[in-house]
């Protein structure tokens, strides 16, 4: 035994208080059983909203209904409504914030993804993609917004208007409230006059889902009104013009799958859809972005 420095060492490996080292078989791999916490976010679709999601009652035999069948969730549907609203009090329930709570049940990334549809018009599967969850948040800030980006925008460009000329410019008021009517009216009526169309030809479609598709296709308004700032007439003309044709195209596309099945009239349907929109971004050019000085 050698010592040194207070410490110790043991020369012999043999001498007693040694451990020998173990040779016996490796133990046996210890696992470890699955965890059953709920993990998060849950694996499972349930909605956003509320734990377990269900589709509006407005979805069930809309734009789907040719694929459907007719009677699978279109029946299915019509019998929980008509229970689900028993219990709540019938046509009362319209009356109360759950009633509309589905139509908001979208995020950042939903209402994103159906602004990026409207862009690209042709595409035709605004529909297919929103029919299960139309909603109304989507296309009430996409209206408010361009309510008052048009009604700015062509303030703005009336008071370059008259600085340029010197002349002595006021403020109107009315571009607000002439904006705020008409695209409130109109994304609110027409989709209104269209479902009652629809239903007299039977092909109803669901008075949300049009709503939601009329609502979103007013945004390609927003970057047309942006860019009217430019004081070149014939421009404007021209950004007015496609953005209507984009917006047109886009509500005519996703509904002609749909209004194809009412008849030989589907064509007239579908003009009509096309050429009202149309006139829509006429009329914005002319009431917002028609500067006289």
Same mark, same amino acid.
């Given at each position: 035994?050698?010592?040194?420095?207070?410490?110790?060492?043991? =020369?012999?490996?043999?001498?007693? #208080?040694?451990?020998?080292?173990?040779?016996?078989?490796?133990?046996?791999?210890?696992? @470890?059983?699955?965890?059953?916490? !709920? +993990?998060? $976010?849950?694996?499972?679709?349930?909605?956003?909203?509320?734990?377990?999601?269900?589709?509006? +009652? =407005?979805? =069930?035999?809309?734009?789907?209904?040719?694929?459907? #069948?007719?009677?699978?969730?279109?029946?299915?549907?019509?019998? /929980?409504?008509?229970?689900?609203?028993? #219990? !709540?009090?019938?046509?009362?329930?319209?009356?109360?914030?759950?009633?509309?709570?589905?139509?908001? =049940?979208?995020?950042?990334?939903?209402?994103?993804?159906?602004?990026?549809?409207?862009?690209?018009?042709?595409?035709?599967?605004?529909?297919?993609? +929103?029919?299960e969850n139309p909603d109304l948040y989507g $296309?009430?800030?996409?209206? +408010?917004? &361009? *309510?008052?980006?048009?009604?700015? *925008?062509?303030?703005?460009?009336?008071?370059?208007?008259?600085?340029?000329?010197?002349?002595?410019?006021?403020?109107?008021?009315?571009?607000?409230?002439?904006?705020?009517?008409?695209?409130?009216?109109?994304?609110?009526?027409?989709?209104?006059?269209?479902?009652?169309?629809?239903?007299?030809?039977?092909?109803?479609?669901? &008075?949300?889902?049009?709503?939601?598709?009329? /609502?979103?296709?007013?945004?390609?308004?927003? $970057?047309a009104s942006l860019l009217s700032i430019v $004081?070149?007439?014939?421009?404007? %003309?021209?950004?007015?013009?496609?953005?209507?044709?984009?917006?047109?195209?886009?509500?005519?596309?996703? &509904?002609?799958?749909?209004?194809?099945?009412?008849?030989?009239? %589907? @064509?007239?349907?579908?003009? #009509?859809?096309?050429? &009202? !929109?149309?006139?829509?971004?006429?009329?914005?050019?002319?009431?917002?972005?028609?500067?006289?000085?």
């Open positions: 035994m050698m010592s040194g420095g207070g410490y110790s060492a043991l =020369d012999d490996p043999k001498a007693s #208080g040694s451990v020998p080292a173990a040779t016996g078989p490796d133990p046996p791999t210890i696992k @470890f059983a699955d965890s059953n916490l !709920q +993990t998060f $976010p849950p694996s499972e679709a349930k909605g956003k909203i509320s734990g377990a999601y269900r589709p509006p +009652t =407005d979805a =069930d035999d809309t734009f789907s209904s040719s694929k459907s #069948g007719g009677g699978g969730r279109g029946g299915g549907g019509g019998v /929980g409504a008509g229970s689900d609203d028993a #219990g !709540q009090g019938g046509w009362f329930r319209m009356f109360s914030v759950a009633a509309y709570k589905p139509y908001f =049940d979208v995020d950042t990334s939903d209402v994103v993804e159906r602004i990026w549809e409207s862009v690209f018009p042709f595409r035709g599967t605004f529909t297919e993609k +929103t029919s $296309p009430f800030w996409t209206c +408010t917004t &361009l *309510i008052f980006v048009a009604a700015s *925008i062509a303030t703005f460009v009336t008071y370059l208007s008259h600085k340029w000329h010197k002349k002595e410019w006021n403020y109107d008021i009315n571009l607000v409230t002439w904006s705020a009517g008409l695209f409130y009216g109109y994304v609110t009526f027409v989709p209104l006059g269209l479902y009652v169309i629809l239903k007299y030809f039977s092909a109803p479609a669901g &008075l949300v889902q049009l709503w939601c598709l009329y /609502g979103y296709s007013l945004f390609i308004f927003i $970057p $004081p070149i007439e014939i421009f404007r %003309w021209v950004i007015a013009g496609v953005a209507g044709f984009m917006s047109a195209t886009f509500v005519a596309m996703n &509904l002609r799958a749909h209004i194809v099945n009412s008849g030989e009239r %589907w @064509f007239l349907i579908v003009a #009509g859809i096309f050429l &009202l !929109q149309l006139g829509l971004a006429v009329l914005l050019k002319l009431y917002f972005f028609t500067i006289t000085v």
